[in-house]
């Protein structure tokens, strides 16, 4: 089951914060997330298991809620690196490397 | 040095042919996996293999089969490309078979056209 992401498209002036959030319908074991820039590989960003943790990528940070089944990446000050298309893969409730991704939030930041 | 590399970065073909993408990785990781991304940018998988042995099938065509010669390497060979093959597939690594601890390693992607 694919996960869903919102908001589908945000846009930024270099400075300002930004929330995507991703959910899924299914018990999680843990979280990616992932940044792709136009014409390139996705790039791994960060992992987060399930109990509740929360992590930091410099000015980039997530939560995972398995509860709700949700994870949120939050982007704060952003800058102009930031644009692309963010993903976030859940495993189904498997730890074995099943990803299934979610639609992808294009982030677009400008001057 | 590139570590999850793929060859071609382009292809395109004619519907009816047969064509195949490499992928090597040089970082020494069990799992290597073949994803398809569509036009929509959808991310979606189509096959895993963990030290040369398939693990994870999905509801693709048999017209894709996959080769895993050693674990360093996965390649894909497409019999009687459709126009909805269309599309850019990444090669992907990870350390483990287990999602909670391996981060994927994309390689850049072919991007395959068929007319």
């Known amino acids: 089951q694919q996960p869903v992401q919102s908001p589908q498209a945000v846009i930024l002036r270099e400075g300002e914060d930004a929330v995507i959030n991703c959910s899924s319908s299914k018990a999680l074991y843990s979280v990616h997330w992932y940044r792709q820039k136009h014409g390139e590989a996705p790039v791994f960003l960060m992992i987060?298991?399930?109990?509740?943790e929360q992590k930091g990528h410099e000015k980039i940070s997530a939560s995972f809620n398995e509860k709700k089944q949700q994870s949120s990446l939050y982007l704060t000050a952003s800058q102009l690196s930031y644009s692309g298309t963010y993903f976030c893969?859940?495993?189904?409730?498997?730890?074995?490397?099943?990803?299934?991704f979610g639609q992808g939030t294009i982030l677009t930041v400008h001057p | 040095d590139t570590a999850v590399s793929q060859t071609p970065k382009y292809l395109v073909t004619q519907m009816g042919n047969d064509k195949s993408i490499k992928c090597e990785q040089n970082l020494g990781h069990d799992t290597m996996y073949w994803y398809k991304q569509d036009s929509k940018k959808f991310l979606k998988i189509m096959f895993s293999?963990?030290?040369?042995?398939?693990?994870i099938n999905e509801t693709v065509p048999n017209r894709f089969s996959p080769k895993s010669p050693d674990k360093a390497h996965l390649n894909l060979h497409i019999n009687s490309l459709e126009l909805g093959d269309s599309a850019v597939y990444f090669c992907?690594?990870?350390?483990?078979?287990?999602?909670?601890?391996?981060?994927?390693?994309f390689g850049n992607g072919t991007r395959l056209t068929v007319t």
């Open positions: 893969g859940t495993d189904g409730g498997t730890s074995y490397g099943k990803l299934t």
């Open positions: 987060l298991l399930k109990g509740g």
């Open positions: 992907a690594s990870s350390r483990t078979i287990t999602s909670y601890n391996s981060p994927l390693h």
């Open positions: 293999y963990n030290n040369k042995e398939l693990i």
